[in-house]
C-alpha cells in the first residue's frame, strides 16, 4: 500500500472550516483515498472515500488533485466534537484491502 | 442491520495469565476480520486478518494468536500475557466499498 503524509497536529477555531492536508505522491491508480477519525477512547470511525473525483457527504468533503498526489480533507463548519485524530489511508477497495494506520492528524477544534 | 460486537470493554489482567477477547459480526457473512492494538500514547498496529474460517494471517511477530472457529466470530487470544501486551483492542470488519467498521474495543491493563 502507498504511503502518506500528514501534518501532526493542527488547530481550528469552532464554527470554522477545517482543512486536513494529505500527501500520497506515490498512489497507484487503483487506489482509494479513505479518510477516518478516531475521538478519544473509542474505535476510529469511516468518514469519506473517493478515488478521483471530489466527494462530499454528511460528514466532510474531500478534495483530491488531478494528479491524485494529495487530497484535503474539509470540515465545513467544525465543532468541539470533531476534536480527534483523523488519518488519511490509501487502499485498493474492496474485501483484501488491509487498513494500514499513520500517526495521522491531531485537530485541536478550539472554542 | 451489520453489526460488530466486542467484549469485554475493559479487563485487569496480571501478568502470566491467559487472555481471551471476542469478537462477533451481525448481518452479513464471510467477512474479512481483522484485531488491532493501540499502545498508550501510541498508533493502531494492525496484529491479525482473516478472510475466512481458518484463514488467519499474523502481522506482526507477537505473544497473541487469534483464531475464527466460525464464519462471524474472531478470538484473540494469549497463554500468558506480558507487560507490554496492555492496550486498547479493536475489532474491525470490511464490508466492501464503504470502509471498515470498528467494534468499541477492549481496553486490557497487565498488571
Known amino acids: 500500500d502507498a504511503k502518506t503524509t500528514q501534518p501532526p497536529s493542527m488547530d481550528c477555531a469552532e464554527g470554522r472550516a477545517a482543512n486536513l492536508p494529505c500527501n500520497h505522491s506515490t498512489i497507484s491508480g487503483n487506489e482509494y483515498v479513505y479518510w477516518y477519525r478516531q475521538i478519544h477512547s473509542q474505535g476510529p470511525q469511516y468518514i469519506i472515500h473517493?478515488?478521483?473525483n471530489n466527494e462530499t457527504n454528511e460528514m466532510a468533503s474531500l478534495i483530491i488533485t488531478e494528479d491524485r498526489k494529495s487530497s484535503t480533507l474539509i470540515l465545513p463548519h467544525a465543532t468541539l466534537r470533531d476534536t480527534a485524530v483523523y488519518y488519511c489511508?490509501?487502499?485498493?477497495?474492496?474485501?483484501?484491502?488491509?487498513?494500514?494506520f499513520g500517526q495521522g492528524t491531531t485537530l485541536q477544534v478550539k472554542p | 442491520s451489520q453489526t460488530i460486537h466486542q467484549w469485554p470493554a475493559t479487563l485487569v489482567q496480571p501478568v502470566g495469565s491467559p487472555l481471551s477477547l471476542e469478537c462477533t459480526v451481525e448481518g452479513t457473512s464471510n467477512p474479512n476480520l481483522y484485531w488491532y492494538r493501540q499502545a498508550a500514547g501510541r498508533g493502531l498496529q494492525l496484529l491479525f486478518y482473516?478472510?475466512?474460517?481458518?484463514?488467519i494471517s499474523s502481522e506482526v511477530p507477537q505473544n497473541l494468536s487469534a483464531s475464527r472457529p466460525q464464519d462471524r466470530q474472531f478470538i484473540l487470544s494469549s497463554k500468558k500475557l506480558l507487560l507490554s501486551d496492555s492496550g486498547f483492542y479493536l475489532c474491525?470488519?470490511?464490508?466492501?466499498?464503504?470502509?471498515?467498521?470498528f467494534g468499541s474495543g477492549t481496553r486490557l491493563t497487565v498488571v
Open positions: 473517493g478515488l478521483k
Open positions: 489511508i490509501v487502499l485498493i477497495s474492496g474485501n483484501t484491502g488491509k487498513l494500514i
Open positions: 474491525a470488519w470490511n464490508p466492501g466499498t464503504y470502509g471498515y467498521t
Open positions: 482473516s478472510i475466512g474460517i481458518d484463514q
